[in-house]
Protein backbone atom coordinates (compact mmCIF):
# COMPACT_ATOMS: atom_id res chain seq x y z
CA UNK A 1 0.00 0.00 0.00
CA UNK A 2 1.71 2.68 -0.84
CA UNK A 3 1.70 5.60 1.67
CA UNK A 4 4.06 8.58 0.34
CA UNK A 5 3.70 10.18 -2.98
CA UNK A 6 6.75 12.26 -4.07
CA UNK A 7 5.91 15.03 -6.61
CA UNK A 8 8.55 16.66 -8.31
CA UNK A 9 7.79 19.44 -11.40
CA UNK A 10 11.50 18.99 -13.63
CA UNK A 11 12.82 21.38 -16.52
CA UNK A 12 16.72 21.11 -18.12
CA UNK A 13 17.93 19.96 -14.95
CA UNK A 14 18.79 15.97 -15.07
CA UNK A 15 22.21 16.13 -13.39
CA UNK A 16 20.54 17.67 -10.07
CA UNK A 17 17.24 15.58 -10.47
CA UNK A 18 19.70 12.40 -10.51
CA UNK A 19 21.00 13.36 -7.25
CA UNK A 20 16.79 14.11 -5.90
CA UNK A 21 16.17 11.05 -6.90
CA UNK A 22 18.68 8.78 -4.89
CA UNK A 23 18.46 10.69 -2.24
CA UNK A 24 14.88 8.53 -2.13
CA UNK A 25 14.82 5.13 -1.08
CA UNK A 26 14.13 2.76 -4.10
CA UNK A 27 12.84 -0.16 -2.43
CA UNK A 28 10.41 1.12 -0.22
CA UNK A 29 6.87 -0.36 -1.58
CA UNK A 30 4.58 2.36 0.53
CA UNK A 31 6.85 5.41 -2.05
CA UNK A 32 5.87 6.88 -4.94
CA UNK A 33 7.95 9.22 -7.02
CA UNK A 34 6.69 11.36 -9.64
CA UNK A 35 8.45 13.83 -12.02
CA UNK A 36 6.36 15.92 -14.33
CA UNK A 37 8.81 16.87 -17.30
CA UNK A 38 8.07 20.70 -17.99
CA UNK A 39 9.08 20.99 -21.57
CA UNK A 40 12.49 20.20 -21.19
CA UNK A 41 14.89 19.89 -24.37
CA UNK A 42 15.59 16.75 -25.80
CA UNK A 43 18.86 15.86 -24.13
CA UNK A 44 17.54 16.09 -20.67
CA UNK A 45 14.30 13.98 -21.55
CA UNK A 46 17.06 11.17 -22.90
CA UNK A 47 19.14 11.43 -20.02
CA UNK A 48 15.83 10.95 -17.58
CA UNK A 49 14.95 7.92 -19.51
CA UNK A 50 18.33 6.58 -18.75
CA UNK A 51 17.25 7.22 -14.84
CA UNK A 52 14.25 4.73 -15.57
CA UNK A 53 16.37 1.48 -15.13
CA UNK A 54 18.55 2.86 -11.68
CA UNK A 55 15.61 4.99 -9.76
CA UNK A 56 12.07 3.80 -9.25
CA UNK A 57 10.05 6.79 -10.38
CA UNK A 58 6.88 7.26 -12.80
CA UNK A 59 7.36 10.27 -15.61
CA UNK A 60 4.56 11.94 -17.56
CA UNK A 61 5.23 15.19 -19.26
CA UNK A 62 3.59 17.93 -19.41
CA UNK A 63 2.93 19.63 -23.05
CA UNK A 64 0.49 22.19 -22.08
CA UNK A 65 1.74 25.30 -20.95
CA UNK A 66 5.12 25.65 -19.83
CA UNK A 67 4.13 25.46 -15.99
CA UNK A 68 5.87 24.22 -12.25
CA UNK A 69 2.40 24.70 -11.17
CA UNK A 70 0.78 22.69 -13.61
CA UNK A 71 3.27 19.84 -13.33
CA UNK A 72 2.64 19.40 -9.97
CA UNK A 73 -1.13 19.43 -10.07
CA UNK A 74 -0.43 16.64 -12.33
CA UNK A 75 1.74 15.03 -9.81
CA UNK A 76 -1.40 15.53 -7.45
CA UNK A 77 -3.83 13.73 -10.18
CA UNK A 78 -1.55 10.62 -10.75
CA UNK A 79 -0.64 10.38 -7.02
CA UNK A 80 -1.70 7.30 -4.71
CA UNK A 81 0.07 8.10 -1.58
CA UNK A 82 -1.64 9.09 1.28
CA UNK A 83 0.29 11.75 1.83
CA UNK A 84 2.46 14.19 -0.60
CA UNK A 85 5.39 16.20 -0.33
CA UNK A 86 6.25 18.75 -3.12
CA UNK A 87 9.93 18.70 -3.95
CA UNK A 88 11.75 20.91 -6.58
CA UNK A 89 13.97 18.81 -9.73
CA UNK A 90 17.64 20.60 -7.98
CA UNK A 91 17.11 19.88 -4.38
CA UNK A 92 17.36 16.54 -2.46
CA UNK A 93 16.15 15.44 0.39
CA UNK A 94 18.38 14.58 3.50
CA UNK A 95 20.22 11.15 4.34
CA UNK A 96 17.65 9.97 7.13
CA UNK A 97 14.29 12.08 5.45
CA UNK A 98 12.16 8.38 5.38
CA UNK A 99 12.83 7.39 8.84
CA UNK A 100 12.13 11.16 9.94
CA UNK A 101 8.75 11.04 8.55
CA UNK A 102 7.58 6.94 8.81
CA UNK A 103 6.54 8.20 12.48
CA UNK A 104 3.67 10.33 11.07
CA UNK A 105 2.31 8.20 8.49
CA UNK A 106 -0.30 6.53 10.28
CA UNK A 107 -0.94 9.79 12.16
CA UNK A 108 -4.10 11.71 11.86
CA UNK A 109 -2.92 14.80 10.87
CA UNK A 110 -3.70 16.82 7.82
CA UNK A 111 -0.69 18.77 7.51
CA UNK A 112 3.25 18.24 8.62
CA UNK A 113 5.86 20.64 9.22
CA UNK A 114 9.55 19.56 8.68
CA UNK A 115 12.74 21.88 9.44
CA UNK A 116 14.90 22.57 6.22
CA UNK A 117 18.51 22.92 5.50
CA UNK A 118 20.19 25.01 2.47
CA UNK A 119 23.77 24.25 0.41
CA UNK A 120 25.41 26.56 -1.70
CA UNK A 121 25.71 24.16 -5.13
CA UNK A 122 29.25 24.58 -5.86
CA UNK A 123 31.10 24.71 -2.44
CA UNK A 124 28.61 22.31 -0.48
CA UNK A 125 28.48 24.82 2.24
CA UNK A 126 25.62 25.84 4.29
CA UNK A 127 23.91 28.37 2.74
CA UNK A 128 21.42 30.66 5.11
CA UNK A 129 18.19 29.99 2.79
CA UNK A 130 16.28 27.81 5.34
CA UNK A 131 16.86 30.01 8.32
CA UNK A 132 13.74 32.09 8.45
CA UNK A 133 11.74 28.90 8.05
CA UNK A 134 13.45 26.87 10.49
CA UNK A 135 12.90 30.18 12.85
CA UNK A 136 9.39 30.09 12.59
CA UNK A 137 9.41 26.20 13.19
CA UNK A 138 11.53 26.76 16.52
CA UNK A 139 9.86 29.52 17.50
CA UNK A 140 6.09 28.11 17.56
CA UNK A 141 7.65 24.71 19.34
CA UNK A 142 8.99 26.75 21.92
CA UNK A 143 6.03 28.83 22.42
CA UNK A 144 2.37 27.72 21.11
CA UNK A 145 1.07 31.63 21.11
CA UNK A 146 -1.53 32.66 18.61
CA UNK A 147 1.20 34.84 16.90
CA UNK A 148 3.33 31.52 16.61
CA UNK A 149 0.67 29.79 15.05
CA UNK A 150 -0.35 32.60 12.51
CA UNK A 151 3.01 32.82 11.51
CA UNK A 152 2.88 29.41 10.53
CA UNK A 153 -0.49 28.92 9.01
CA UNK A 154 -0.04 32.32 6.89
CA UNK A 155 3.74 33.09 5.94
CA UNK A 156 5.48 29.53 6.10
CA UNK A 157 4.84 30.50 2.11
CA UNK A 158 6.45 27.46 0.26
CA UNK A 159 5.22 23.97 -1.28
CA UNK A 160 8.79 22.25 0.24
CA UNK A 161 9.15 20.69 3.69
CA UNK A 162 5.54 19.61 4.02
CA UNK A 163 3.65 16.58 4.28
CA UNK A 164 0.21 16.93 3.17
CA UNK A 165 -2.73 14.70 3.27
CA UNK A 166 -3.74 13.99 -0.15
CA UNK A 167 -7.60 13.84 1.25
CA UNK A 168 -7.10 17.17 2.82
CA UNK A 169 -6.11 18.99 -0.24
CA UNK A 170 -8.91 17.18 -2.46
CA UNK A 171 -11.40 18.12 0.07
CA UNK A 172 -11.10 21.74 -0.13
CA UNK A 173 -9.86 21.43 -3.57
CA UNK A 174 -6.37 23.14 -3.00
CA UNK A 175 -4.11 23.52 -5.90
CA UNK A 176 -1.33 25.19 -7.38
CA UNK A 177 -1.88 28.53 -9.84
CA UNK A 178 -1.24 27.21 -12.98
CA UNK A 179 -0.47 30.68 -14.84
CA UNK A 180 1.12 32.54 -11.61
CA UNK A 181 4.68 31.74 -12.25
CA UNK A 182 6.80 32.68 -10.06
CA UNK A 183 3.93 32.84 -7.20
CA UNK A 184 2.09 29.56 -8.30
CA UNK A 185 2.98 28.81 -4.10
CA UNK A 186 1.29 31.47 -2.38
CA UNK A 187 -2.48 30.95 -2.73
CA UNK A 188 -2.35 27.33 -1.98
CA UNK A 189 0.08 27.72 0.77
CA UNK A 190 -2.13 30.64 2.34
CA UNK A 191 -5.73 27.74 1.85
CA UNK A 192 -3.50 25.20 3.45
CA UNK A 193 -2.81 27.02 6.88
CA UNK A 194 -6.59 28.41 6.46
CA UNK A 195 -8.04 24.94 6.10
CA UNK A 196 -6.05 22.83 8.32
CA UNK A 197 -7.45 21.69 11.43
CA UNK A 198 -4.76 19.00 12.58
CA UNK A 199 -1.15 20.14 12.10
CA UNK A 200 2.14 19.25 13.65
CA UNK A 201 5.69 21.04 13.49
CA UNK A 202 8.91 18.93 13.69
CA UNK A 203 12.37 20.04 14.40
CA UNK A 204 13.68 17.16 11.95
CA UNK A 205 15.57 18.40 9.13
CA UNK A 206 14.29 16.13 6.35
CA UNK A 207 15.02 18.81 2.98
CA UNK A 208 17.81 20.66 1.62
CA UNK A 209 17.41 23.58 -0.97
CA UNK A 210 20.11 24.57 -3.16
CA UNK A 211 21.24 27.70 -3.45
CA UNK A 212 23.13 28.20 -6.41
CA UNK A 213 26.15 30.82 -7.17
CA UNK A 214 25.74 32.23 -10.89
CA UNK A 215 26.67 35.15 -12.73
CA UNK A 216 24.68 37.61 -11.29
CA UNK A 217 21.84 38.19 -8.36
CA UNK A 218 18.53 37.12 -9.69
CA UNK A 219 16.17 40.26 -10.38
CA UNK A 220 12.42 39.28 -11.48
CA UNK A 221 11.28 40.93 -14.75
CA UNK A 222 8.48 43.76 -14.39
CA UNK A 223 6.07 41.17 -15.37
CA UNK A 224 7.11 38.55 -12.62
CA UNK A 225 7.40 41.17 -10.22
CA UNK A 226 3.73 42.41 -11.24
CA UNK A 227 2.38 38.62 -11.05
CA UNK A 228 3.96 38.36 -7.92
CA UNK A 229 2.52 41.47 -6.09
CA UNK A 230 -0.95 40.26 -7.14
CA UNK A 231 -0.57 37.09 -6.30
CA UNK A 232 0.21 38.29 -2.62
CA UNK A 233 -2.46 41.07 -2.56
CA UNK A 234 -4.81 38.12 -3.41
CA UNK A 235 -3.69 36.25 -1.04
CA UNK A 236 -4.42 39.23 1.61
CA UNK A 237 -7.88 39.62 0.21
CA UNK A 238 -8.58 36.16 0.84
CA UNK A 239 -7.45 36.37 3.87
CA UNK A 240 -9.68 39.83 4.67
CA UNK A 241 -12.77 37.68 3.43
CA UNK A 242 -12.20 34.60 5.39
CA UNK A 243 -10.36 35.74 8.74
CA UNK A 244 -12.07 37.40 11.80
CA UNK A 245 -10.78 41.66 12.18
CA UNK A 246 -8.93 40.61 15.08
CA UNK A 247 -7.26 37.91 13.13
CA UNK A 248 -6.38 40.55 10.33
CA UNK A 249 -4.86 43.25 12.72
CA UNK A 250 -2.99 40.97 14.06
CA UNK A 251 -1.59 39.64 10.80
CA UNK A 252 -1.19 43.44 9.66
CA UNK A 253 0.96 43.42 12.90
CA UNK A 254 3.34 40.56 12.43
CA UNK A 255 4.15 40.38 8.74
CA UNK A 256 1.23 41.73 6.39
CA UNK A 257 2.25 45.61 6.33
CA UNK A 258 6.04 44.86 6.86
CA UNK A 259 6.08 42.61 3.69
CA UNK A 260 3.61 45.05 1.51
CA UNK A 261 5.84 47.69 2.39
CA UNK A 262 8.77 45.85 1.21
CA UNK A 263 7.06 44.98 -1.76
CA UNK A 264 6.64 49.03 -2.23
CA UNK A 265 10.28 49.83 -1.57
CA UNK A 266 11.60 46.59 -3.75
CA UNK A 267 9.48 48.17 -6.58
CA UNK A 268 10.64 51.63 -6.26
CA UNK A 269 14.04 50.34 -6.49
CA UNK A 270 13.81 48.26 -9.47
CA UNK A 271 11.22 50.09 -11.49
CA UNK A 272 11.01 53.62 -10.27
CA UNK A 273 8.72 56.11 -8.89
CA UNK A 274 6.44 55.57 -11.32
CA UNK A 275 5.44 51.81 -10.19
CA UNK A 276 5.47 53.25 -6.75
CA UNK A 277 2.86 55.29 -7.03
CA UNK A 278 1.13 52.33 -9.18
CA UNK A 279 1.41 49.93 -6.28
CA UNK A 280 -0.09 52.62 -4.20
CA UNK A 281 -2.48 53.07 -5.82
CA UNK A 282 -3.13 49.46 -5.96
CA UNK A 283 -2.88 48.99 -2.36
CA UNK A 284 -5.75 51.95 -1.93
CA UNK A 285 -7.96 50.01 -4.35
CA UNK A 286 -7.47 46.71 -2.39
CA UNK A 287 -8.02 48.15 0.84
CA UNK A 288 -4.23 46.67 1.81
CA UNK A 289 -2.40 47.99 4.83
CA UNK A 290 0.93 48.46 4.16
CA UNK A 291 2.04 51.77 6.45
CA UNK A 292 2.15 51.55 10.78
CA UNK A 293 3.41 54.46 13.15
CA UNK A 294 6.13 52.13 13.89
CA UNK A 295 8.32 52.94 10.89
CA UNK A 296 8.72 56.46 12.29
CA UNK A 297 10.99 54.94 14.58
CA UNK A 298 14.48 56.24 13.86
CA UNK A 299 15.83 52.97 15.23
CA UNK A 300 13.92 50.94 13.40
CA UNK A 301 14.79 52.82 10.78
CA UNK A 302 18.68 52.52 11.30
CA UNK A 303 18.33 48.89 11.45
CA UNK A 304 16.11 48.24 8.45
CA UNK A 305 18.57 50.07 6.30
CA UNK A 306 21.73 48.15 7.90
CA UNK A 307 20.14 44.84 6.71
CA UNK A 308 19.00 45.74 3.54
CA UNK A 309 22.90 46.73 3.15
CA UNK A 310 24.27 44.02 4.67
CA UNK A 311 21.97 41.82 1.82
CA UNK A 312 22.94 44.03 -0.77
CA UNK A 313 26.83 43.63 -0.39
CA UNK A 314 26.63 39.70 0.55
CA UNK A 315 24.62 39.41 -2.62
CA UNK A 316 26.90 41.12 -4.79
CA UNK A 317 30.28 39.47 -3.30
CA UNK A 318 28.69 36.28 -4.01
CA UNK A 319 26.65 36.84 -7.06
CA UNK A 320 23.94 34.26 -5.16
CA UNK A 321 21.45 32.98 -7.14
CA UNK A 322 18.48 31.52 -5.84
CA UNK A 323 15.79 30.07 -7.54
Known amino acids: MIKLSIIIPHFNESELLEKLL ?22 HLKIIEEFKSKYNFEFYRNNMIKSAGLCRNIGIDKAKGDWLIFADGDDYFCEDFYQKITKYLDKNYEVIFFSLTSQYI ?3 KLADRHYSFNKKINNFINDKSKINESIIRYD ?23 ECYPAEDVMLSTKIGFFMKNFDVSKDIIYCRVVRKGQITRTFSEDQFDV ?14 NLPKEEI ?25 KKFYKILRLYKKESIQWFRLIYLNPIKIFKYLIIRLNNYFKNYKYNIYIK
Open 22 to 43: SSIPKNKKDIQTIVVDDMSDSR
Open 122 to 124: DTG
Open 156 to 178: FISPWSKMIKKKFMNTHNIRFDE
Open 228 to 241: RLNARIARIKFLNQ
Open 249 to 273: NLLNKIFICNKSAEFLLNGFQQFGY
